[in-house]
Structures are given as structure tokens and as C-alpha cells.
Antibody, heavy 119, light 108 residues
Framework: QVQLVQSGAEVKKTGASVKVSCKTSGYIFTSYGINWVRQAPGQGLEWMGWISAYSDNTKYAEKFQVRVTMTTDTSTSTAYMELRSLRSDDTAVYYC????????????WGQGTLVTVSS | SSELTQDPAVSVALGQTVRITCQGDSLRSYYANWYQQKPGQAPVLVMYGQNKRPSGITDRFFGSSSGNTASLTITGAQSEDEADYYCNSRDNSGYHYVFGTGTKVTVL
């Protein structure tokens, strides 16, 4: 069965960086893309960006363009999201989610990783 | 970029029907997808494309679209349908995704 398992919760200082992993299984990793979506406490879902596990092509939301890098490791079927220059309003649960080539629906999601940013 | 707007909250009596809407310019060109999120859990895809349900999703959920508005209709609402619902689609450029503002559904 398809599974996306994310790394554990992180606590970071303002200005630091965080790297969240998303280890996948149960499907051909390079046939899909991985999206990153975050959700601040009590708030809605916010799309951060996408990476093709086939080509490593990326698309980032303009809001995160300067601070985010998404990568993949095909040898371990794992996707990564690094966010730099953390601020308090980056405190959120970060999700990875799979999509199909040419489709827009996110059909499988990771369990989420809570990133807490404090001074 | 573009925005997708949803009503913040709706309520429905047990066993009745409720419709959740999602409005945005990009919906004139792209289908909306719908996700259900319960407290403390990751979102779950419940509707995608043109009224397609993923395996395991109840057939009490129905999707439709007209113009710039997409809708998710829940028929015979059950207590387990109480959750937050989000739409998503591509933005006007077609290269990025956008989520709706979310609708909290309460089953009375």
C-alpha cells in the first residue's frame, strides 16, 4: 500500500533552517510528484511547492520562492523540504502529498510534521 | 496566482443534504478537488476531477461544477462527515496549486 512517512517534530530558533523528510513506499517513486503543504495552527492549508520525482523539476509558490528548496533521493524514495530563515509565523504542520503527472489531486498524504519556531 | 473562496462554516441536520461551494476564476479552466480533514489528522482526498471518488470514499459524496464554482454535496449526512473541507485546484497559470479557504461542516 502507498505510504508517505514524514520525519518527526522539530523545534527551531528564529533564523534557523529546517529540513523535513518524506519517505515513500508502495509505488514507483519516479512516476509521481511530491507536493509540500503547510497548515499553521487553527488555519487552512497552504500549498508551498512541488517537485517531480522523475526530473527534479520544481515549482514553488511565490511566497516561499526565496526560502525553500525541495529535493528528492531516488535511491531511498524520499523527498525533502528545506525552509530557511525561519520566522515565528512558519510554525505549522508541514505535509507532503503525492500527485500524478498531469493531475492536480493530491491522493496520498504524509502524517504531517510539526515545526515550531521560537526565539 | 488565484484564490479559491469557501464559506467558513455550514451546518446540516443528521441525514439531510448539504452543499459546500468553492469559487475562483481558475475553476473555469481546471477541475476542483476536495479534501476532508478531521482534527489532528492529515487531509484525505474525497473527490477529484469530474465527480470522481477515490476508492473507499462513500457514494454519499457528489461533486459538480459550473462556471467559476465547484461544489461538494453530502447526502444523508452522518456524524462522521463532521470535518473541515478544502477544495484545491491549479491557479490561473496552471503551474501552481491553490487551496480554498476551508469550510467547517457541523452535523447537528
Amino acid at each position: 500500500q502507498v505510504q508517505l512517512v514524514q520525519s518527526g517534530a522539530e523545534v527551531k530558533k528564529t533564523g534557523a533552517s529546517v529540513k523535513v523528510s518524506c519517505k515513500t513506499s508502495g509505488y514507483i517513486f519516479t512516476s509521481y510528484g511530491i507536493n509540500w503543504v503547510r497548515q499553521a495552527p487553527g488555519q487552512g492549508l497552504e500549498w508551498m511547492g512541488w517537485i517531480s520525482a522523475y526530473s527534479d523539476n520544481t515549482k514553488y509558490a511565490e511566497k516561499f520562492q526565496v526560502r525553500v528548496t525541495m529535493t528528492t533521493d531516488t535511491s531511498t524514495s524520499t523527498a525533502y523540504m528545506e525552509l530557511r530563515s525561519l520566522r515565528s509565523d512558519d510554525t505549522a504542520v508541514y505535509y507532503c502529498a503525492r500527485d500524478s503527472v498531469g493531475a492536480s489531486e493530491l491522493d496520498y498524504w504524509g502524517q504531517g510534521t510539526l515545526v515550531t519556531v521560537s526565539s | 496566482s488565484s484564490e479559491l473562496t469557501q464559506d467558513p462554516a455550514v451546518s446540516v441536520a443528521l441525514g439531510q443534504t448539504v452543499r459546500i461551494t468553492c469559487q475562483g476564476d481558475s475553476l473555469r479552466s481546471y477541475y476542483a478537488n476536495w479534501y476532508q480533514q478531521k482534527p489532528g489528522q492529515a487531509p484525505v482526498l474525497v473527490m477529484y476531477g469530474q465527480n470522481k471518488r477515490p476508492s473507499g470514499i462513500t457514494d454519499r459524496f457528489f461533486g459538480s461544477s459550473s462556471g467559476n464554482t465547484a461544489s461538494l454535496t453530502i447526502t444523508g449526512a452522518q456524524s462522521e462527515d463532521e470535518a473541515d473541507y478544502y477544495c484545491n485546484s491549479r491557479d490561473n497559470s496552471g503551474y501552481h496549486y491553490v487551496f480554498g479557504t476551508g469550510t467547517k461542516v457541523t452535523v447537528l
